[in-house]
């Protein structure tokens, strides 16, 4: 399984971005797949994330409203559209995927209550001035 990220750079406040996630060696059916971001000295962040082959998205209350998640199983690619950008919202900004048994507030957990994180990107980083 391996995941890219690419889509982040430098934009400045009220801009917009879509990030892109290019998955390999698995369909994104198989999976929960989501983003999350992490910026120095704070904690790791989930943004949204698709409920396996549901379909159902889940997008964090912080930035409800200004992301969407989507993919496209043909390109086998996840994507989140961020508007409105903010300068808190510069972080890196991760793609991830794996087994899950439920989602809530932009993350989705394994059976056992861990974060649905074993296969994650690089990474995309994302600066908002």
């Known amino acids: 399984v391996q995941l890219v990220e690419s889509g982040g750079g430098s934009v400045e406040a009220g801009g917009s971005l879509r990030l892109s996630c290019s998955a390999s060696g698995y369909t994104l059916s198989s999976y929960c797949m989501g983003w999350f971001r992490q910026a120095p000295g704070k904690r790791r962040e989930g943004v949204a994330c698709i409920f396996g082959d549901t379909r159902l998205t889940y997008h964090s209350n912080s930035m409800k409203g200004r992301v969407t998640v989507s993919q496209d199983h043909a390109k086998n690619t996840l994507y989140l559209q961020i508007h409105t950008l903010r300068p808190e919202d510069t972080a890196r900004y991760f793609c991830?995927?794996?087994?899950?048994?439920?989602?809530?507030?932009?993350?989705?957990?394994?059976?056992?209550?861990?974060?649905?994180?074993?296969?994650r990107g690089q990474g995309t980083q994302v600066t908002v001035s």
């Open positions: 991830a995927a794996d087994s899950c048994s439920y989602c809530s507030d932009g993350d989705c957990y394994t059976s056992g209550g861990a974060l649905a994180n074993k296969y």
